[in-house]
């Protein structure tokens, strides 16, 4: 199952392949895309926005976080092309699809420990 945000069957995967250290790939999950979205907001210049996007959309693509690593894709793909003007909206995109994200992520950390 799929829906906006997460490639559930991706989750799932990860779940059956990860077994005792899945609940801890989640946090690590969260912890390291916390730190590159602070990276998106400090960049100083194109090549640290590019490295970032680039890091977060990778771990995002291998954790089944679709929306994320397509926007984050996007502005890699701006990067590159140094179309900056308005970078900052896609910013907060990727802001606002990992807090969506996140709390998705943390549910599945709960049904894992309920279950």
Sequence with gaps: MSDIHIDRKVLSDLQEVME?????????????SEE??????????????????????GSSSNM??????????QLEERVRKQSLFGIEDLINRIDREF???????????ERVLVG
């Excluded at 005792?20 to 390291?32: I, K, Q, S, V």
């Excluded at 089944?64 to 894709?73: H, K, N, S, T, Y």
């Excluded at 994200?101 to 943390?106: A, C, F, K, S, T």
């Design 20 to 32: 005792g250290g899945y609940l801890n790939l989640l946090e690590t999950f969260l912890a390291d």
């Design 36 to 57: 590159r979205l602070r990276q998106l907001y400090k960049a100083r210049n194109a090549e640290q926005l590019g490295q970032a996007a680039h890091s977060l959309k």
């Design 64 to 73: 089944g976080a679709v929306e994320l690593a397509e926007l984050c894709r």
């Design 99 to 109: 807090t969506a994200v996140r709390q998705l992520y943390r549910a599945e950390r």
